[in-house]
């Protein structure tokens, strides 16, 4: 056993840092590390390894939050924000289909109202305006939802995800950034391309249930796909074809987002896909319950839990791995820096 | 602009590099010194310590040495260090004698201090 051995252990435990920490300072701390150890010494002592465990993740936890500070963050907060809130004033809009056709419903038109405020505030660049607006409308949102909960929970737990997404947005639109961010960062046209597939799908899902309420009325042969129901297969065709291309318009508009705004972006929309999943995966058993036994059976404190670490999980998990896979990135760079700058000084002569 | 208090480990290490610039393992040592063989501090915290302080720009690199195959980085404390461990000093000196003062009204500390 060596000095070697010492050293290498030292290392092992510096591993607890984040590279941005170890680049400047590794090799002074081991310096530091081997000079301030025993005579003798064969590995590092429980102490030293819990002051570099502790101080390692205190340092990590400083990198993360100021990278959340960074500017990648910031834009992908306000292109979330916006779009979030275009896909759910287009779902309030087809909710006002669903409660048997306009007019219905006073407060169905708030919602819509509340959603198409904040879309408007994004644009014309009244950050704070659409963030109060947000935090107004999910928060009436979370009341309807918490009154329907009380006389039928399993269809209020199905509206758990698009109040999530309601919260997110929200709290996107909070983040301080420039003026008209979002529109800056998405480009006015491919803006106009994500409203036109997100619009396109929602109008065929009005139309489906606009035709739904004729063909239940008249009977007959219908076809159906995943919710889609017409009594023509080449209607129904055309259907899918158009919701095929407005998701795929939509997808674009985010896809030709920089990458670190991209990634960023399905990182804030995990935990809304992860609440749905945790919905569907393991609530069935319980809202077959529901059904059967006629009167409510309310969530009891594990699947609450469930519900909300979940998601929170879904999105620290994200946040490391966009911050994983950015240093690896820089890694992966500054190699080839280094290898493009050894060719330079000495040229293979293979 | 009053600024909220240094921890110790800070305080040490801006009093260990008043003097001179020193390279870490230096300041270790003389922070053991300074504090009577009370304060030994490890490499996790006294990194923590320097980083903050770099990125504060209390503390900056005065020059970097290779002895033995190994980087020797020494610190030197700079002109808003210094004035800020000044400030932290006149702090801890107004409530140190505002202590003393009232410990030798009550009487529990003799008149001339303690020993």
């Given amino acids: ?350 | 602009m009053s600024h909220s208090p240094l921890t110790e480990p800070t305080f040490l290490i801006l009093t260990a590099l008043a003097a001179e610039p020193q390279h870490g393992y230096g300041v270790v040592e003389d922070v053991l010194r300074i504090s009577d063989g009370r304060v030994r501090l490890r490499a996790g915290t006294l990194y923590g310590v320097l980083d903050r302080l770099r990125a504060d720009g209390l503390i900056e690199v005065d020059r970097e040495e290779v002895v033995q195959s190994r980087l020797r980085r020494y610190y030197r404390l700079t002109g808003l260090g210094a004035e800020r461990l000044a400030e932290e000093t006149a702090r801890l000196r107004r409530n140190a004698s505002e202590a003393a003062t009232r410990l030798r009204r009550s009487g529990f500390m003799p008149q001339g201090g303690v020993a």
């Fill in chain 1, 1 to 350: 056993m060596s000095d070697a051995d010492l050293e290498s252990r030292y290392q092992r435990l510096l591993v607890w840092y984040p590279w941005s920490h170890r680049r400047v300072y590794e090799e002074e701390m081991l310096a530091v590390l081997v000079a301030g150890a025993r005579p003798g010494q064969r590995r590092p002592t429980i102490g030293e390894a819990a002051n570099l465990v502790v101080s390692g993740l205190r340092v990590r936890a400083g990198a993360a939050v100021t990278g959340l500070a960074g500017p990648a963050w910031a834009d992908a907060a306000a292109v979330f924000g916006l779009l979030a809130a275009v896909v759910l004033l287009s779902q309030r809009v087809v909710r006002l289909f669903e409660l048997a056709g306009p007019g219905s419903s006073t407060i169905a038109y708030l919602r819509v109202a509340g959603w198409c405020a904040v879309v408007l505030a994004v644009l014309v660049g009244l950050r704070r305006s659409a963030a109060a607006l947000a935090w107004t409308t999910v928060l009436g949102e979370a009341v309807l939802l918490a009154r329907q909960y009380g006389t039928d929970p399993v269809s209020a737990v199905h509206l758990f995800w698009p109040l999530a997404l309601g919260v997110l947005a929200a709290a996107a639109l909070t983040v301080p950034a420039p003026r008209r961010r979002a529109a800056a960062v998405l480009q006015a046209h491919w803006l106009l391309a994500f409203v036109f597939g997100v619009g396109l799908v929602q109008a065929i899902m009005v139309i489906n249930v606009l035709q739904q309420r004729t063909t239940w009325s008249e009977g007959g042969t219908f076809y159906t796909f995943y919710g889609l129901e017409n009594q023509s297969e080449a209607v129904l065709t055309l259907w899918l074809a158009a919701v095929a291309v407005g998701a795929l318009a939509a997808g674009l508009a985010v896809l030709t987002l920089p990458a670190p705004v991209r990634w960023r972006i399905a990182v804030l929309v995990a935990p809304v896909g992860a609440l749905a999943a945790t919905v569907k995966l393991t609530l069935p058993g319980w809202a077959d319950s529901n059904f059967h036994m006629g009167h409510p059976i309310y969530l009891v404190a594990v699947q609450w839990a469930l519900l909300v670490v979940v998601p929170l999980a879904a999105l620290g998990l994200g946040a490391v791995l966009v911050q994983w896979r950015e240093q690896f990135a820089r890694v992966a760079a500054l190699g080839r820096a280094a290898d493009r700058e050894r060719l330079l000084i000495a040229p293979e002569t293979d």
